[in-house]
């Protein structure tokens, strides 16, 4: 009995600790050819300019972020 209130326990103490929400940022780029390319990360910020780059290399032009989300 006591084992089981134990793992009890320790099964909240987890669950308890796990986060809530995605903790990163999804950004789609898309450039003149079409060419989509995805970027994430922690921050907003960064997650835009990886999307960027990796469509301005796929493009060989200038690319526009079509969305973020978290």
Not at 8 to 22: D, E, K, M, N, S
Not at 26 to 50: D, N, W, Y
């Amino acid at each position: 009995m006591r084992a089981l209130l134990a793992s009890l326990a320790l099964a909240a103490a987890i669950y308890g600790c796990l986060p809530g929400q995605a903790s990163a940022w999804f950004c789609q780029a898309t450039g003149a050819k079409g060419i989509a390319a995805s970027g994430s990360a922690l921050l907003e910020e960064r997650a835009r300019g990886i999307a960027t780059r990796r469509c301005e290399r796929r493009n060989g032009g200038p690319c526009t972020v079509q969305f973020c989300r978290p």
